[in-house]
């Protein structure tokens, strides 16, 4: 059973660092794997998917890495600003089994202070 | 891009009352179209995988007579919260699957239901 654990659960930062975001997922068969981000209350916003045979994606301020054989992928996010903060989601899957299902981490909650 | 849309955005119902929310692609024909919970400072979690035209499989330790999925046509699902109680309050998301492109989904906006 494919499990994805995000770290830090929660985490603070002053406007301007850079910062990593972590996830790890424990069945590395998987197809993609994309992150999201969460807004209070709200659905998920697509920030990056990564296919199974890259390595990374960037978009903007964003950049994704996917280690697939360690099961391990980064967000990292260059010269945060406050309007980054929101949940940011990690999701796994399909499966190369054939499973369409996404699992998800609990997520990270970010913080930029101004 | 795609677009995917959830209405009611928010609903509170009495206890033993039936919710419908409706899940929507608005610019695509999805195939495939998914249901997920989610309570608070928690993750998604799959309820159902609902392909249009045929019956919802619904994931382990979720109720099918309590959450009736609907898939009727290639743009549109319903989940039918059935005698709501309290516990079934919850955020619900949907997301809908381009039928060409299988490994992308993309998320309705939610649905905050509180159920007193």
Redesign the interface.
């Known amino acids: 059973k494919q499990e994805?654990t995000q770290i830090p659960a929660a985490l603070s930062v002053p406007e301007g660092e850079n910062l990593v975001l972590n996830c790890s997922f424990t069945d590395s068969a998987i197809?993609?794997l994309q992150w999201?981000r969460q807004d209070p209350?709200?659905?998920?916003?697509?920030l990056l998917?990564i296919q199974s045979s890259q390595r990374e994606q960037t978009s903007g301020r964003l950049n994704a890495s996917l280690d697939k054989s360690s099961g391990r992928s980064t967000l990292y996010i260059a010269a945060s600003q406050p309007g980054d903060s929101a949940t940011y989601?990690c999701?796994v899957?399909?499966t190369q089994g054939g499973s369409?299902?996404?699992?998800?981490?609990?997520?990270t909650k970010l913080t930029v202070n101004p | 891009g795609a677009v995917v849309s959830?209405h009611p955005s928010w609903v509170i119902c009495k206890s033993g009352t039936s919710v419908k929310i409706e899940c929507r692609s608005l610019d695509f024909q999805a195939t495939?179209m998914?249901w997920y919970r989610q309570f608070p400072?928690?993750?998604?979690?799959?309820m159902a995988?609902s392909n249009e035209g045929s019956k919802a499989t619904y994931e382990q330790g979720v109720e099918k007579d309590k959450f009736l999925i609907n898939h009727a046509s290639l743009t549109l699902s319903t989940l039918t919260v059935t005698s709501a109680h309290p516990e079934d309050s919850s955020?619900y998301?949907c997301?809908a699957?381009d039928g060409r492109r299988?490994?992308?989904?993309?998320?309705?906006?939610?649905t905050?239901l509180l159920v007193l």
Do not use: C, D
Not at chain 2, 102 to 110: H, L, M, N
């Open positions: 994805v197809y993609n999201f209350g709200k659905g998920l916003t697509s998917l989601l999701a899957g399909p369409e299902k996404l699992v998800f981490g609990k997520g | 959830q495939t998914f400072k928690q993750s998604l979690m799959l995988t955020f998301i997301s699957a299988i490994e992308t989904q993309y998320f309705g906006p939610g905050r």
